[in-house]
């Protein structure tokens, strides 16, 4: 659970936060966890866990998307913080080497590696730098694939904004990344190198409609009226135990 803490290594605010995280966990009476590898890093500490799903607000215009209407146009997009390790390298490689193919690639957020990210920027590749949550949707809006390539990550939020979009995502296969996501229907897996980016564009494009189709459907399941009465009845089973 340290690693997604961002907090420099060797601050005693870290140190004096885990201590006081893990008495909270020692002690609470109830845990919901979003992934399984939450529970695994919580069950050391307390077994009273419950796996929910994170949950979105979906779009206005979520029950009028249409997939046949949608074509693929070759915008990729990111969305997160500038940092190595989310592997945003890869990506601007696989953008630059697609050159030819019509890809454009947008970048959207900031962080401490921006500035020399911020060097691959020409015609194609666009930096955003940090935009305001409430603005994301309209550059998801304006895309067709959303691409991760973290090295870490727990359920992202972004790919759930995506799936709502219709954007169909390609990712490493972090985290709870795989519990979020059907690979090979909504999102094609890649090892986080630019070859395999390139082959997963590429596989999209030649499935587009059914992908967007099936990012969309998927993105029911995480509608925060439905994540919200899940949440409920695990909190009324539980006060029923006590």
């Given at each position: 659970?340290?690693?997604?803490?961002?907090?420099?290594?060797?601050?005693?605010?870290?140190?004096?936060?885990?201590?006081?995280?893990?008495?909270?966990?020692?002690?609470?009476?109830?845990?919901?966890?979003?992934?399984?590898?939450?529970?695994?890093?919580?069950?050391?500490?307390?077994?009273?866990?419950?796996?929910?799903?994170?949950?979105?607000?979906?779009?206005?215009?979520?029950?009028?998307?249409?997939?046949?209407?949608?074509?693929?146009?070759?915008?990729?997009?990111?969305?997160?913080?500038?940092?190595?390790?989310?592997?945003?390298?890869g990506i601007l490689k696989a953008a630059a080497q697609m050159e030819g193919e019509g890809i454009t690639l947008t970048v959207v957020g900031d962080g401490e590696e921006?500035?020399?990210?911020?060097?691959?920027?020409?015609?194609?590749?666009?930096?955003?730098?940090?935009?305001?949550?409430?603005?994301?949707?309209?550059?998801?809006?304006?895309?067709?694939?959303?691409?991760?390539?973290?090295?870490?990550?727990?359920?992202?939020?972004?790919?759930?904004?995506?799936?709502?979009?219709?954007?169909?995502?390609?990712?490493t296969d972090v985290g709870g990344i795989a519990e979020t996501v059907d690979f090979g229907k909504d999102a094609v897996r890649t090892d986080g190198t630019p070859e395999?980016?390139?082959?997963?564009?590429?596989?999209?494009?030649?499935?587009?409609?059914?992908?967007?189709?099936?990012?969309?459907?998927?993105?029911?399941?995480?509608?925060?009226?439905?994540?919200?009465?899940?949440?409920?009845?695990?909190?009324?089973?539980?006060?029923?135990?006590?």
């Amino acid at each position: 659970m340290e690693r997604g803490f961002r907090f420099y290594r060797k601050s005693i605010v870290k140190k004096l936060f885990l201590r006081y995280l893990h008495w909270v966990l020692r002690h609470a009476k109830l845990i919901f966890i979003l992934d399984e590898n939450s529970r695994r890093d919580y069950l050391p500490y307390n077994r009273n866990l419950v796996k929910v799903k994170n949950s979105i607000a979906l779009p206005e215009d979520y029950e009028s998307f249409d997939p046949e209407k949608r074509s693929f146009r070759g915008r990729l997009l990111f969305v997160g913080r500038l940092s190595k390790d989310k592997g945003l390298a890869g990506i601007l490689k696989a953008a630059a080497q697609m050159e030819g193919e019509g890809i454009t690639l947008t970048v959207v957020g900031d962080g401490e590696e921006g500035e020399y990210f911020r060097t691959f920027a020409d015609e194609k590749i666009r930096f955003t730098g940090a935009v305001a949550p409430s603005r994301v949707a309209s550059y998801m809006q304006n895309a067709d694939v959303l691409v991760m390539n973290s090295d870490f990550e727990g359920v992202p939020m972004t790919i759930l904004e995506a799936l709502s979009h219709g954007l169909p995502v390609i990712s490493t296969d972090v985290g709870g990344i795989a519990e979020t996501v059907d690979f090979g229907k909504d999102a094609v897996r890649t090892d986080g190198t630019p070859e395999s980016i390139i082959r997963a564009v590429r596989e999209i494009k030649d499935h587009y409609a059914d992908f967007a189709a099936a990012a969309h459907e998927h993105a029911r399941q995480y509608d925060y009226r439905t994540v919200n009465g899940e949440v409920c009845d695990n909190l009324r089973k539980f006060w029923r135990i006590l």
